[in-house]
């Protein structure tokens, strides 16, 4: 059975941080790239990060960068997202995704399995 679990979401105040993770099993992961997309209330679901099945290629949309940072382990099957510096535009259900390709992509078509999402909000 396919799963990708998320943990780590919450509430936290503006300029806080907060790491999320998602936990991979019943797919090949090491060999796979990962993706963290998100989606505010009445929104389109967004890009925010991806990272090659290495961990050697990591790509971020511009409203997130310098300030989150995805990372992987393959031998745990996870992967992380460090979010800092955050600002309540940044609330919204953040999920991950798992993509058969091992490159990375910022189209959320070319990933095949997701995750159920953490909340993450973020007060002024």
């Known amino acids: 059975q396919v799963q990708l679990v998320e943990s780590g979401g919450g509430l936290v105040q503006a300029g806080g941080s907060l790491r999320l993770s998602c936990a991979a099993s019943g797919l090949t992961f090491s060999t796979s790239a990962m993706g963290w997309f998100r989606q505010a209330p009445g929104k389109e679901r967004e890009f925010v990060a991806t990272?090659?099945?290495?961990?050697?290629?990591?790509y971020y949309d511009e409203s997130v960068k310098g300030r989150f940072t995805i990372s992987r382990d393959n031998a745990k099957k996870t992967v992380y997202l460090q979010m800092n510096a955050l600002n309540p535009e940044d609330t919204a259900v953040y999920s991950c995704a798992w993509s058969a390709s091992g490159a990375t992509s910022r189209v959320d078509k070319n990933y095949h399995y997701w995750g159920q999402g953490t909340q993450v909000t973020v007060s002024s």
């Open positions: 990272i090659n099945w290495s961990g050697g290629t990591t």
